[in-house]
């Protein structure tokens, strides 16, 4: 038996594949089927998932997040220079001799809080020895084999780098497939499209990242004795990607409303900037999800965060609808524009059937 990893940068998801059996997807301990791509150190213990995602609110300094965002990359790169904009506090440094970024997790270790000095092929491999023992633990047996999803824009650098982290983490690699590819592999199984080239598009926004793709679906036929049997295959015609376009940016953008919201409230007068709390922001991060979900429903939503700051309440604010598509109508601009590419290069346009 194997497993698939779905590793994407804020959450991670794991399929058990084993032979003559449909995959089935794999639960965590809290029974979720997808898990936060977080590490956490508390007190020298790693924390994971759920428990993860409540020592990055309470310490923030002591969590690695966006982990995939960090592998076989250098400090220069500007998905690491970004980090400091994103009110992500965990230290990165460059290490010299692999020219590639160190992350220290502050006060994270035993022996009077020492900080904690990890490689991103360390953490990403930490990650993937939890998502092996969630599968272990779901099948009753043991897992050695998978197959792992990297986006479209990674490197050969970066893929190693994965590969080097699965192999710390004991998994043996079988193929690394792009994640567009996977989606369009699980689309294709059941499907035959016999007599036609049947054009797919997916569009994938993920938390820190846009990716599209487009797909032909055909078939083939293959002669076995007296009878033909049809079966269908698909090739990657066009793709596209925007690598600083996914939720955590809009996100970001609500982040930044709250924070200005609540400086500017009179109590806040002769006080330090909300930015300078590390644990308040990760309050605002979470809350900017929250308030992103909801307007996704609702035209309005009422800010309320209990000791934000200073022990002091963040009320009196809301936000709209309108509010924030005027936010974020520069990343709303940039939507269309890797499918506009992706076509392109399929030489396709999108009003074809």
Not at 112 to 133: D, F, G, Y
């Amino acid at each position: 038996q194997l497993i698939g990893v779905d590793t994407g940068s804020k959450y991670f998801k794991v399929a058990l594949v084993k032979p003559g059996s449909p995959f089935q997807i794999v639960t965590n301990v809290h029974s979720k089927r997808k898990t936060e791509t977080i590490l956490a150190m508390e007190d020298g213990e790693r924390r994971f998932g759920g428990d993860a995602v409540n020592v990055a609110n309470r310490r923030p300094q002591q969590a690695i997040q966006y982990i995939p965002r960090l592998l076989g990359r250098s400090t220069k790169h500007p998905a690491i220079k970004s980090l400091a904009s994103q009110y992500f506090p965990f230290s990165v440094e460059s290490d010299e001799s692999r020219g590639t970024a160190n992350l220290t997790i502050i006060g994270g270790g035993d022996q009077a809080q020492r900080n904690v000095e990890l490689s991103p092929e360390e953490s990403m491999a930490m990650i993937l020895t939890h998502a092996k023992s969630c599968a272990d633990a779901f099948s009753g047996g043991k897992v050695t084999d998978a197959v792992l999803t990297v986006p479209s824009y990674f490197t050969v650098a970066e893929r190693d780098a994965m590969k080097d982290s699965a192999q710390i983490a004991g998994l043996k690699v079988l193929s690394l497939i792009e994640e567009n590819t996977a989606a369009a592999l699980q689309y294709g199984i059941t499907r035959i499209f016999p007599n036609e080239t049947h054009t797919v598009l997916i569009y994938n926004m993920g938390a820190s990242a846009t990716q599209v793709s487009l797909f032909d679906f055909t078939t083939y036929t293959v002669t076995k004795g007296s009878k033909n049997q049809t079966f269908g295959q698909f090739e990657h015609v066009g793709k596209a990607w925007d690598e600083h376009l996914g939720g955590l940016q809009f996100d970001l953008k609500l982040v930044e409303f709250m924070a200005d919201a609540f400086d500017d409230m009179k109590i806040r007068k002769g006080k330090k900037p909300v930015r300078e709390n590390q644990r308040s922001m990760a309050k605002l991060r979470k809350m900017a999800e929250k308030v992103k979900k909801v307007l996704s429903a609702n035209k309005q939503y009422p800010i309320t965060i209990e000791s934000l700051c200073d022990d002091m309440d963040f009320r009196g604010t809301s936000v709209t609808r309108d509010q924030f598509e005027e936010m974020a109508k520069d990343l709303f601009a940039r939507a269309m524009a890797p499918v506009e590419r992706a076509l392109e290069m399929a030489n396709k346009t999108i009003d074809e059937e």
